[in-house]
């Protein structure tokens, strides 16, 4: 197979070759690599065996071989991310009628982990892109949805998500970029910071205010590219999510029609914090990607480094850290996917537990990630290594759909609201 050739690129190591290949080799036939404790298909029904295959398979075949390159050259890989879609991997939680998948936030979460592990900063932007297409389908009116949902779903077009602005981060509810009506339609002007995608998609769901102070005040407009006023920032320079460009975005007057709006006036506060809270997990998801591919990585690693006479994988020190990595894994993944079967059920827990969830795995698989690099010593510093990557292109995730201090405030507010 071509793309497994691709994937055997042997980097030398003293008299060791560490083949990086092996991390992917979980998925689809060659399951052989992979520890039974931490196999993410245990407790999975045949069907969701099955679209996980498919997605560790297109992981695999379609992303790992390109994932330096696309980090490297800063690349969006827009015709990789089509055929993702043709995998129903557009709107997986958009519903079948307008073109989506039709699947669960748990489904959805068991394909954005498979697909992390062949590249996270793509895997990221099309979890956000699912997000955009998500917030649509489920606020939007017939002819809203009939008009943008196929085209997202089968990433013909892509879309962007905007709530941050230069002035508010953390506090969203404090957005200015205003939004004012004259006959039939809104003039925006303003500007959101940080845009996935930005510059780069076709639709802009954009959070805007339309009435006073506060999240009461904002809504919610579909803005498509080609609107007048209209423009970008510069592409950001990151450390990682190299694959997605992050650009400002800046409406000046822009007439944007009435009936691009989602929800009434007044609800874009609720549905930029609904789709969030899928968001959370998919990022989450996410994070388990790597995660997973960094312990075999450094599994894999210890077992053919030699020092003082042996291989690594013979410290007791190195086995037992191996092993908490291999537990937090576990833990993360437990914690992800109980989240994301509240959210499904719409169970009055969702918001606080898609938050613990957030909070608990983007930092546990940020420094599983960090102990996988640890135990590669120098070679995990160095860009031939695949763990930096992964360690790089998840630490935004502890930034961003709402910062870990701002899940500690959404946790802490629905225990003492209980109270
Ligand atoms: C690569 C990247 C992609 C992004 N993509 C998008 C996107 O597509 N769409 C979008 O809308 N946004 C996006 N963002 C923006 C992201 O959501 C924000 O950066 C994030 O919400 C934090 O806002 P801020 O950067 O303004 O930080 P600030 O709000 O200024 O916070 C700075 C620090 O202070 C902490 N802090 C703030 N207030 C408190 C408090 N009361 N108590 C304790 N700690 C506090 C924060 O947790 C943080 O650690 C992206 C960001 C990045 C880096």
């Not at 560490?18 to 399951?31: D, E, H």
């Not at 592409?235 to 992050?246: D, L």
């Not at 998801?285 to 210890?302: E, F, K, M, P, T």
């Amino acid at each position: 197979m071509a793309a497994s050739r691709a994937l055997t690129r042997v980097v030398r190591l003293g008299s060791h070759n560490i083949n990086r290949s092996r991390i992917f080799q979980f998925n689809g036939l060659q399951r052989r690599g992979i520890a039974a404790c931490i196999d993410p298909s245990i407790g999975l029904t045949d069907e969701q065996k099955e679209f996980q295959k498919v997605a560790f398979d297109f992981a695999a075949n379609e992303m790992a071989p390109h994932m330096a390159e696309w980090d490297q050259k800063e690349i969006f890989p827009v015709e990789a991310m089509r055929k993702a879609a043709q995998l129903g991997f557009g709107g997986i939680y958009v519903h079948p009628d307008v073109g989506g998948s039709g699947l669960s936030r748990l489904d959805t979460s068991i394909i954005f982990e498979a697909l992390s592990t062949g590249c996270v900063s793509t895997t990221a932007y099309i979890s956000i892109h699912n997000m955009c297409a998500w917030m649509i389908d489920t606020f939007g009116n017939k002819e809203q949805r009939e008009k943008y949902c196929p085209d997202l779903c089968s990433m013909q077009k892509f879309a962007s998500y905007c709530l941050t602005e230069p002035g508010s981060g953390s506090d969203a509810a404090s957005l200015l970029t205003s939004a004012k009506l004259q006959g039939d339609h809104y003039i925006l002007s303003g500007s959101k910071a940080f845009i996935s995608g930005g510059g780069d998609t076709d639709v802009y769901v954009v959070m805007c205010r339309t009435g006073g102070k506060g999240p009461k005040g904002i809504s919610c407009l579909v803005v498509e590219k080609e609107t007048l006023g209209l423009s970008f920032g510069k592409k950001e320079k990151k450390i990682g999510w190299n694959s997605q460009p992050t650009r400002a975005v800046i409406f000046e007057d822009c007439a944007v029609p009435v009936t691009n709006r989602l929800g009434a006036e007044g609800e874009g506060f609720n549905i930029a914090m609904k789709g969030l809270n899928g968001g959370r997990i998919n990022i989450a998801s996410c994070s388990l990607g790597a995660a997973h591919a960094a312990v075999l990585l450094a599994r894999d690693h210890l077992c053919v480094r030699k020092q003082f006479g042996e291989t690594l994988s013979n410290s007791q020190y190195l086995q037992f850290k191996l092993a908490e990595m291999a537990t937090k894994l576990v833990a993360s993944r437990l914690m992800v996917r109980q989240a994301a079967l509240s959210l499904q059920e719409g169970q009055p827990d969702a918001v606080a537990l898609c938050s613990m969830a957030k909070l608990f795995v983007t930092d546990e698989c940020f420094s599983i990630c960090n102990q996988a690099l640890q135990m590669h010593g120098g070679y995990g510093y160095l860009k031939d290594y695949a763990v930096q990557q992964y360690l790089r292109d998840i630490r935004v995730h502890q930034i961003l759909e709402g910062t870990n201090e701002v899940m500690r405030m959404i946790i802490a507010r629905s225990l003492l609201a209980e109270s």
